[in-house]
């Protein structure tokens, strides 16, 4: 009983966390904006939102998607949504559109910057110069598109479908998760005892990211790039099967 208080409660956590990060948005977008990184490069400078995507990069070897379940502003957006939408995004070959964009999006960037002849200054406020991105009207616009993209999303396609289908962080997590299985890292990850599972399907009804978890249990294989580490599945187990754990997995 103590257990569930506390799973409940981490839930809790997380969400009040994703909402704050929401409400933030208005300050750190252009921290986390795939065009300030490239108005950066075409001046040879690194801005804000190169240094963020090279933390979560390097985040992601050692903590998984972690990142786009407790701290993304999107996050907070998108499980906001459940509320009018609450079907589970389609995935399968889908998820692979985010990983067009983000092809053509850093071959944008290498382009970019070298026809500025490279990266020869450091400027973490570059388009930012007050510290707040939305500080002047035009912001507005840009702040407003972002979150009608994701909302209109969530709204039509299900859960969390931005994180599956146009989320240009999301494959630097996914790429460094892919090294860290190739290197057989310790890194914070998801373990289950299948022999305790009593198949209630509770896990794949829980999960924001419209994972089979309930298959993946069976299956023995709990590493799945769309898994945010988000730990529903982990808190909502009546047979406590799930587990979060920190090795080097199998
Ligand atoms: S919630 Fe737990 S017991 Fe139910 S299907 Fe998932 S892993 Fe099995
Ligand atoms: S599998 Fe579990 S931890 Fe991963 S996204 Fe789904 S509910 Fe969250």
């Known amino acids: 009983m103590a257990k569930a208080k506390e799973q409940a409660r981490r839930q809790r956590i997380r969400r009040a966390v994703i909402l704050l990060s929401l409400l933030l948005f208005p300050v750190t977008m252009n921290y986390l904006s795939p065009y300030v990184i490239i108005d950066g490069a075409s001046q040879g400078i690194i801005n804000g939102s190169f240094l963020v995507f090279v933390l979560l990069f390097l985040s992601s070897l050692f903590l998984g998607r972690l990142w786009c379940s407790w ?49 020869r200054a450091i400027n973490l406020l570059h388009l930012t110069d007050s510290g707040i991105s939305v500080d002047r009207p035009e912001a507005y616009f840009i702040y407003y598109t972002v979150v009608v993209v994701f909302l209109v999303l969530a709204w039509t396609a299900g859960r969390r479908a931005g994180c599956h289908y146009i989320c240009w962080m999301a494959p630097f997590m996914i790429f460094g998760r892919k090294i860290r299985n190739v290197f057989k890292w310790p890194s914070l990850r998801l373990k289950a005892d299948a022999d305790k599972c009593i198949d209630c399907k509770r896990c794949t009804r829980n999960c924001p990211m419209s994972l089979d978890v309930n298959a993946m249990v069976r299956a023995s294989a709990m590493e799945n790039s769309e898994c945010i580490l988000c730990g529903n599945c982990v808190d909502g187990c009546p047979e406590n099967v799930i587990t979060y754990s920190f090795s080097a997995g199998r």
Do not use: H, M, T
């Open 71 to 119: 701290v993304c502003p999107a996050a907070g957006l998108q499980e906001i949504c459940f509320a009018v939408n609450d079907k589970s995004a389609r995935g399968g070959k889908l998820n692979w559109i985010k990983w067009g964009i983000w092809i053509l999006w850093i071959a944008i960037i290498a382009l970019v910057v070298i026809s500025a002849g490279g990266y």
